[in-house]
């Protein structure tokens, strides 16, 4: 099986433009997957009929693809603007759950990094002389 691109709350026109612009096929991920196990969508993902676009947040997950390929992919959606997007490669771990439980799990690993980076940020905004006290 070669690599692939799902696409999960993505307009039509969006998928579109990403399945014109990515290197590898992409496919739309329909809401009645949302038990169904991720193996089991990676495998029938050419036969999936549906749109995407029934999720609030939009998933990139991306399936079999070498380093470069996944830093071009995310180069690409990220050109198109498409909004916030999550971005996620399959493990064997996640190939085994059911998708509603990996989109959930990606959910709050993307707040916690969002939150650890704005963290990171306003410590950085507030750093000053006042904040040396006490390094040595």
Request: hydrophobic share 40%.
């Amino acid at each position: 099986m070669s690599g692939r691109v799902l696409l999960i709350g993505f307009s039509k026109e969006e998928v579109n433009a990403l399945r014109e612009s990515l290197p590898v096929p992409a496919f739309e991920v329909p809401e009645y997957c949302r038990d169904w196990v991720v193996s089991e969508i990676v495998e029938k993902a050419e036969n999936l009929s549906g749109s995407s676009d029934w999720h609030l947040r939009k998933f990139v997950i991306m399936h079999g693809l070498d380093n470069e390929t996944l830093k071009d992919i995310i180069r690409t959606v990220k050109s198109l603007n498409p909004g916030r997007a999550i971005f996620a490669t399959t493990t064997e771990t996640s190939l085994t759950w059911r998708l509603e439980d990996l989109l959930n799990e990606l959910i709050k690993e993307d707040e916690y990094f969002r939150a650890l980076r704005w963290a990171r940020e306003e410590a950085e905004r507030r750093r000053g002389p006042f904040l040396d006290i006490g390094k040595g």
